[in-house]
């Protein structure tokens, strides 16, 4: 699946082509590898290098939304970043700042729409690397959609993106397709195939910890984690992207609005929130 850009934006502009000329039934449903975690790569290009070091050898280059498979995450070496996370692959190492991780789990298309408080329609949420999409109502609107197509790339929805269906339709080879929008997004609508998308439920939204009252979420900045406590235990944990305590000159980012976060903490390198929903 490694592409030189060039041969990556040849494919993708003849892939776009077959769109406009075959509304619905000519839209290729992608085939990723089989491997259990996946990466998405987010930029441009990014270098493979032969060790988990930005000074090492570069073997190879890949290029935006290129999927590989993630053999494991390393600790390596970044002179330039914080971040020091490495991403292994059959081919070598990628640093992980800009790798999405990703899996492909498609899904049974649903025949017909639930009835909501909102009408016909449902939430889904992508569970495939990434799907491409037809522009059911030209010109683009978004800011994002007009980048894509000015450089003759189709739009397309990511791994975990959530959005809108409010229709359904099957097309003359029994392929099942959703008409998507991001609801209140601006104004674009697309079709999508069906399998690249599941369907929320009730437990996917309904409220955390109902009957919990003291609740508070924990910021590290230093190892840039977050942490949920109902009370003294901690029920969610991720990494996250929370910006810097210091600029590029070292001085301290000025923290606004959040006065109840004590400076004792912050010298420890911790944003606490009173409380969460």
């Not at 914080?82 to 999405?100: A, S």
């Not at 993106?161 to 392929?175: H, K, L, P, Y």
Request: hydrophobic share 35%; proline share 6%; net charge negative.
């Amino acid at each position: 699946m490694r592409l030189s850009r060039r041969d990556f934006l040849k494919i993708s502009a003849a892939g776009y082509g077959a769109l406009v000329l075959q509304p619905l039934n000519g839209l290729n449903f992608l085939q990723f590898t089989d491997t259990e975690k996946l990466g998405r790569i987010t930029v441009g290009k990014m270098d493979v290098k032969v060790r988990p070091d930005e000074n090492s050898q570069s073997i190879g280059a890949v290029y935006e939304d290129t999927i590989v498979p993630w053999l494991r995450e390393t600790v390596g070496s970044h002179p330039e970043r914080i971040n020091q996370r490495w991403i292994e692959t059959p081919d070598g190492h990628i640093w992980g700042g800009y790798v999405q991780p990703v899996y492909n789990t498609p899904n049974d298309p649903l025949a017909t729409l639930p009835q909501t408080s909102l009408g016909p329609g449902m939430w889904v949420e992508v569970t495939i690397p990434y799907v491409d999409l037809i522009l059911d109502n030209p010109p683009a609107r978004a800011p994002w959609l007009q980048h894509k197509l000015s450089i003759s790339l189709p739009p397309r929805f990511y791994y975990s993106q959530i959005v809108w269906v409010d229709q359904i339709r099957v097309d003359e080879n029994g392929q099942t397709w959703y008409r998507l929008n991001e609801k209140y997004g601006s104004g674009d609508i697309f079709w999508g195939r069906a399998e690249a998308f599941r369907p929320l439920t009730e437990k996917d939204i309904e409220p955390l910890g109902e009957t919990v009252e003291e609740k508070h979420i924990q910021v590290n900045i230093a190892s840039q984690t977050l942490s949920c406590f109902e009370g003294t235990r901690e029920v969610y944990y991720a990494r996250v992207s929370s910006g810097a305590l210091f600029d590029a000159l070292g001085n301290r980012v000025e923290i606004l609005g959040h006065s109840h976060w004590r400076s004792a903490d912050l010298e420890k390198g911790y944003l606490s929130a009173i409380e969460w929903r």
